[in-house]
């Protein structure tokens, strides 16, 4: 019974670490599926428009601080993910 406590804190701290690549691999997906939907639909306007009305719904940050984006971030920043639909544009 005196080791729960412990075991409970190690348990915590490990699945917190092991967390971080999880949160890197699932942006790097979303990129992918951002460029895919950009590229199927051709309308980096209508894909600026949905990131700002869902950050402006959701209250979000649209550019958290790099140290808490790497270790909570389950999606890329909105204001990455504008960028990179302007970005799109451009070079389409």
């Not at 009305?53 to 270790?71: E, I, S």
Request: charged share 20%; glycine share 4%.
């Amino acid at each position: 019974p005196a080791m729960i406590p412990a075991a409970a804190l190690s348990i915590a701290i490990v699945s917190f670490v092991l967390n971080i690549p999880g949160n890197v691999l699932s942006r790097q997906v979303e990129r992918s599926a951002d460029a895919h939907s950009l590229d199927l639909d051709r309308d980096p306007a209508a894909f600026i428009a949905v990131e700002r009305k869902l950050a402006l719904q959701n209250l979000g940050d649209p550019d958290p601080p790099d140290a808490l984006q790497l270790v909570f971030g389950t999606h890329p920043k909105t204001v990455d993910r504008i960028g990179y639909a302007l970005a799109w544009a451009r070079d389409h």
